[in-house]
């Protein structure tokens, strides 16, 4: 037999060998708690595998999938990757729009996509020449499963090379149209592996899995790290802080956006007790507050590990896990992973200063091979000694750990002076009375773009706009002191918890009245 670089094998290959032991534990959904071994998710796989095997499907066929977080959605995510097609999770809330637009980009030839839906994904799917769409419910029922079931429980993982795609991830798309990013099997193996061992991970960890699976975080990190590990997972389809909080004293790695952190920290539970067993907590996908940061640790005696990746490179840099490494510092996002190169540029591609703000350029076997049909695209985001330009922009400072300042799309340029929005919101963040804030720019017909902020008060607290930009105007440069700022409820988020700039942008085009 060949080498074989599918990841699945990889995977299988790390399952403990009491195959009979719990893998995987059911948290709440319907007949919660159910249990899946580690014999299970072999032999569950290996039937979707077979019946995908059974469509004839063409080489490198994708198959994209819309449902509900369940054990099943991530069997089939593993039994396409036996199968040796290519694994296209779609968001749960995209719409008929949306969707359409990945079904036309992608050409998949398999859909599956939640039974309520059946009916306006499937007319978009044929017509855009899909030949097969399945359902998957949430308890375990729908097309794909009793199809399978049809099939033998045994499979022979399709032989992959390293460079062989394994999944697209479509970018959240805020500035014009989402790009599919094509990550391989080695991009994801290498990844997985390198987590394995800078996060410490060790026999007997058991992680609570409670961020979706159509994303980088949940699907990737999470799902690869206990699965590589050989660890048991207790799953929640749905974040619930109380429930957590329950399981917490049988867990020992638990991975969330800042959003999840904010919620259980606003659980009476959640204290040092409850937190005893815990070995680890991860926070990604979204800047996390210091204030959440100091919260945390003053309150579980944990200091949450903060790292970066995106779609298209998987995880990045990360705060140490090991002390010895250095310690965790709030506000950055650690270093660069072993065989990962970060690096900080400016306008001119010329190598930024240490501690000076630039654009966030990388380069590692966990970078993706590009964007789905996209060559001009893919070409642009790439320098010409193949650095991938990540869009962040940000810094390095003397000790080595990067700290992310915002998205060079979010940058605002006013009267030709560069203001960056997260230094604004790191100093609205510390007044009085703010929980949190979003800086933006709007178009101007002096300055180009105006500075304008986005407030969140904190619960009983009403803070005063004009006093915040006072208190600014004797911390900070005139020329990034806001215009005008607005308190409001709460700020828009997609369901990965970050901001969405785009809608306050669109909000506040016409303000200045250019």
């Known amino acids: 037999m060949s080498h074989n670089d599918n990841l699945f094998v990889a995977l299988r290959d790390a399952f403990p060998a009491q195959r009979g032991r719990t893998a995987i534990e059911t948290a709440d959904g319907p007949g919660a708690p159910l249990f899946y071994t580690w014999a299970d998710i072999d032999r569950a796989t290996a039937m979707i595998a077979n019946l995908l095997a059974s469509l004839q499907l063409p080489s490198g066929a994708r198959v994209a999938v819309q449902t509900e977080k369940s054990v099943e959605a991530l069997l089939l995510y593993l039994a396409v990757l036996r199968a040796g097609y290519v694994f296209l999770p779609l968001n749960t809330a995209y719409q008929a729009a949306e969707i359409e637009y990945f079904i036309g980009n992608a050409e998949p030839s398999v859909v599956v996509c939640s039974g309520k839906n059946f009916g306006w994904v499937s007319k978009i799917a044929f017509k855009a020449g899909t030949r097969h769409v399945f359902t998957l419910n949430e308890d375990r029922s729908g097309t ?11 499979h022979e993982p399709a032989v992959k090379h390293a460079d062989d795609l394994a999944a697209i991830l479509y970018t959240s798309g805020t500035t014009g149209r989402s790009k ?4 391989t099997h080695g991009n994801l193996l290498s990844n997985a592996r390198v987590l394995k061992s800078y996060w ?11 961020l979706p699976i159509f994303h980088v975080h949940g699907l990737f990190v999470a799902s690869h790290g206990a699965l590589l590990n050989g660890s048991k997972m207790i799953w929640l389809a749905k974040f619930d802080p109380a429930a957590v909080v329950r399981r917490l004293p049988e867990a020992t790695v638990f991975m969330g956006v800042p959003t999840l952190y904010v919620r259980l920290l606003a659980e009476p539970g959640f204290t ?27 309150r579980t005696g944990h200091t949450i590990l ?9 995880m990045l840099t990360s705060n140490p896990y090991d002390p010895k490494d250095g310690e965790r510092r709030g506000g950055t996002v650690g270093f660069p992973l072993p065989g990962v190169g970060v690096r900080v540029s400016d306008d001119k591609g010329q190598p930024c200063a240490s501690g000076e703000i630039g654009g966030i350029e990388v380069k590692g076997p966990n970078v993706f091979h ?13 320098t010409a000694d193949g650095w991938f330009k990540t869009g962040d922009v940000g810094k390095i400072d003397e ?3 990067v700290t992310i300042v915002g998205r060079s ?29 979003a800086v933006i720019g709007a178009p101007h017909p002096d300055f180009g773009e105006g500075v304008v902020a986005v407030v969140v008060a904190r619960p009983g607290a009403k803070p005063d706009a004009a006093a915040l930009i006072a208190a600014l105007k004797s911390r900070i440069a005139n020329f990034k002191v806001p215009k005008h700022l607005f308190v409001v409820d709460d700020l828009p988020r997609n369901t990965m918890g970050k901001v969405q700039k785009n809608l306050l942008r669109d909000k506040h085009k016409g303000l200045f009245g250019a």
């Open 144 to 154: 794909l499963l009793e199809r399978a079931a049809w099939h033998a429980d045994r």
């Open 180 to 183: 599919g990013a094509m990550l």
């Open 200 to 210: 410490g991970w060790t026999e007997g960890d058991v992680l609570i899995h409670a």
């Open 272 to 298: 040092r007790e409850a937190c005893r067993r815990m070995r680890l907590f991860v926070a990604g996908s979204a800047p996390l507050l210091i204030e959440t940061f100091n919260e945390f640790r003053e």
């Open 306 to 314: 903060e790292r970066y990746g995106m779609s298209e490179t998987v």
């Open 370 to 382: 590009g964007y789905w049909r996209m060559p001009e695209k893919t070409k642009e985001e790439f």
């Open 399 to 401: 000790r080595g750990y």
């Open 409 to 437: 799309k979010d940058l605002i340029i006013t009267g030709g002076y560069n203001v960056y929005p997260a230094e604004i919101e790191g100093y609205l963040n510390e007044m009085e009375g703010v929980a949190e804030s």
